[in-house]
């Protein structure tokens, strides 16, 4: 083999590295630009374009993005958090496994078949857009109550609810809620004791 051709290629192939580089999912070879900065990669690059990153992403079960985000805030606030999403009642996951695109690295996952789309409490649909994943909460994102506040998110003290009653609710005690609760029901239904 001529030497002069194959450094010719490797400089050649040097270059187009400089250039782009090829995507582990979609397999193009797309600008620099067209990917996330890691740090701990080789060439500071992640492995997936910014574009199948996305759709990765948007693919997630909305019950899964919102799980893993719940999880990480509680750890981050030092609440205890010990739960499995089917610890959650209404919750119903299934678990896969496969082998990833990069390095061939098995790995193990699950995905939320079933989880509560209305509040068990106030019969509220329950929004599982994307602004909850993205941090904003509306009264109708999902939840997770602790039913009784003094405990961690444990299994058997734990509900999927809508935001607004578990702000109602706060870190009151379960026997107070429930005659505070008994009472906003018969205001709303008969009034307050004035007969407004």
Known sequence: MDKS??????????????VGKVCC??????????????????DGLGYHCISCDKEE?????????????????AKQRGTEFTIEPDDIPGVKIEKYSGIGSYRNIP?????GTEYPKICSKWNIKIFWGKDYANGW???????????DPTKGYIPGNVRLVCNSYNMAKGSCPPDVW???????GRAILFGNKNGS
């Not at 450094?7 to 192939?13: G, L, M, V």
């Not at 790995?107 to 995905?111: M, N």
């Open 5 to 18: 051709i194959s450094a010719t290629k490797f400089i050649e192939d040097a270059h187009e590295h400089q």
């Open 25 to 42: 999912r979609c397999k193009k070879l797309k600008p620099r630009s067209e990917f996330w900065n890691k740090t701990s990669s080789t």
């Open 57 to 73: 992403k948007a693919d997630v079960c909305p019950f899964k993005r919102w799980f893993i985000r719940k999880r990480a805030n």
């Open 107 to 111: 790995y193990s996952s699950w995905i």
């Open 137 to 147: 909460s509306t009264y109708n994102s999902p939840s997770l109550d602790r039913i």
């Open 178 to 184: 429930d005659v505070i609760e008994k009472q906003i």
